[in-house]
Structures are given as structure tokens and as C-alpha cells.
């Protein structure tokens, strides 16, 4: 399998490259990742800055909305750049009143697959994560029947390559006896360690690591060490908790969200802060 690794970007399997700073588009939908952007023009520029910045890499789904967040990235961008890689996931629906609902019939799969192309305007998808019920946790049971729907829709040419979101350790082995996998979407940052022996295998097997909620839960940013960290090196807390997951293991990729340009500036640019050892042994008492 060919590995070339910088702050940068990334090389998958099958030469898939994305690049490590993605962006996450969740926060595109209005409150509560329903309905449509309180300002869809901001919405619309934040998504064509994001491909002017470099970033090839957009995580995305169709019950973002449902279906808003995705025909926002198709009337921003598209047709797509040839390096504009979008990852996109199924396993779940939302209600009329915002609910989520489990959906992983191999069936709603197929449908959900296929709704995502239709309002991403793709006649493929580059990547499909298989989002397990986060009510199991991450010691949930088989995923083989659904994910294996999805390897057979990769079978067909529907779908490039396959992930899984919140899944542990053992469902990353089920899945891998059924079908490649080129990314792992899991909660994880400077104060949710929990998952940091999955993270370490992925890097080893060359799956990417997309720590989804990045700066989310109990947030690092509440933390007077990361506070101060950030005022000795001119950045802010956000830069430097996303600048550590970076430095925390080589196939680290990022997509945190945001609705702002300016934000989004903000967010790549801690791509280029390389935080020293000093620094990093600092923040690493963050979660412990």
C-alpha cells in the first residue's frame, strides 16, 4: 500500500489523496443540523473558500438538513475539481421534527446511497462512511450486514471506497474481512482520549483518522493549560487543540465545521503551526 504523509495531505489506498485539514460541513443546516442556513449566501461562500484555500477533502452527509447541506456543496462547487474528494455518510434518518433515526437496512441503504449522488450531483460517491448507532457505543455488535450492503454497492462502481463512524476497534476488524476501509470517523481530541489504541492502529494500517467533534464534548478549549499554551505561541486555543491532532498521529485527518469564512481561515491555518515538544507534553496532560 503507498504511503506519502506530510502536514499536508494524505495518500490512501488506491491512491485516494486527500488533504489532512478537511472541512466539516455539518454546521451549514440551521440550529440543530435541520433545516435550511440562516444566511444561505454565507453558506454558499464559505463552502467555494474552502475548496480556494486547498482543502480536498469535504465531510458531508444527506441528512445534514436532510438534504440542505448537500445541495448547498453541489450549487457552490459543483462541477467538482478532479482533487475534491467528498465523504459522505449513511446509516440514519431525521424525522420532520429533527429527530435521527438508526436506518441500516441494506435497502435504505441503497436508497440513501443513491440520494446522496442525486443531490450531490455525482454519478459515484469517492467515500461513504457507515455511521453505527451511536446508542451502542462504540462496543456495539456486527456491522457486517450493512456494511456489507455497501461493499457490494462499491462492488457495482457506486461507491470508491468505504468508512465507518463511531465503531470500535473489532467492528474496524469485521468490516476489513468483508471490504476495505479507508477512514475511521471517530470522537476524538485533546480531552476524548478514549479511542487513542484505535487511533495508533489506523495510523499503522494507513486508514485515515477523522476525529469528528473535533473540538467538541467537554471542550479543550475550557482549559486554562491550552489557554496558555496559546498565548506563548500567538494562536488561539482552537488552532492549537486542532494543530495537536495533527502532531498526535501521522494519518490524523481534520473536519471541524464552521458557517464563518473568517473562522474557516482561522481553522487552516493551524495546519501550518508546529507546536514544539515542550508545548505538546503540556497539552498532553489535558486528558489524562
Known amino acids: 500500500m503507498t504511503r506519502s504523509i506530510s502536514r499536508g495531505t494524505l495518500t490512501l489506498a488506491d491512491g485516494l489523496i486527500i488533504s489532512r485539514m478537511g472541512y466539516g460541513a455539518m454546521q451549514l443546516a440551521g440550529p440543530g443540523v435541520f433545516g435550511p442556513p440562516k444566511d444561505r449566501d454565507q453558506a454558499l461562500a464559505v463552502l467555494r473558500e474552502t475548496v480556494e484555500l486547498g482543502i480536498t477533502h469535504i465531510d458531508t452527509s444527506d441528512f445534514y438538513g436532510p438534504t440542505v447541506v448537500n445541495e448547498l456543496i453541489k450549487e457552490a462547487l459543483h462541477p467538482y475539481p478532479a482533487n475534491l474528494h467528498i465523504v459522505t455518510k449513511v446509516g440514519a434518518r431525521r424525522g420532520e421534527?429533527?429527530?435521527?433515526?438508526?436506518?441500516?437496512?441494506?435497502?435504505?441503504?441503497?436508497?440513501?446511497?443513491d440520494e446522496n449522488m442525486q443531490h450531490l450531483g455525482l454519478d459515484a460517491l469517492d467515500v461513504v462512511n457507515l455511521r453505527v448507532d451511536p446508542a451502542e457505543g462504540t462496543a456495539g455488535g456486527s456491522i457486517a450486514e450493512p456494511f456489507g450492503a455497501l461493499a457490494e454497492l462499491r462492488q457495482q462502481g457506486l461507491i470508491r471506497h468505504l468508512g465507518l463512524s463511531g465503531i470500535s476497534s473489532a467492528q474496524l476488524t469485521e468490516a476489513q474481512t468483508i471490504a476495505p476501509v479507508v477512514t475511521v470517523q471517530n470522537l476524538y481530541n485533546?480531552?476524548?482520549?478514549q479511542d487513542d489504541a484505535l487511533l495508533d492502529r489506523c495510523a499503522a494500517e494507513n486508514i485515515a483518522f477523522a476525529s469528528f467533534f473535533s473540538l467538541g464534548g467537554f471542550s479543550p478549549l475550557q482549559s486554562e493549560t491550552l489557554t496558555v499554551v496559546a498565548a506563548r505561541l500567538d494562536a488561539s486555543p482552537q488552532q492549537v487543540a486542532l494543530a495537536w491532532l495533527l502532531q498526535r498521529s501521522a494519518t490524523t485527518v481534520l473536519i471541524p465545521g464552521t458557517s464563518s469564512v473568517a473562522h474557516l481561515r482561522e481553522n487552516v491555518a493551524a495546519a501550518n503551526l508546529e507546536l514544539p515538544a515542550d508545548a505538546v507534553e503540556e497539552l498532553n496532560t489535558i486528558g489524562q
Open 97 to 113: 421534527d429533527g429527530s435521527w433515526t438508526v436506518a441500516q437496512d441494506p435497502d435504505d441503504l441503497t436508497a440513501q446511497v
Open 190 to 193: 485533546l480531552a476524548n482520549r
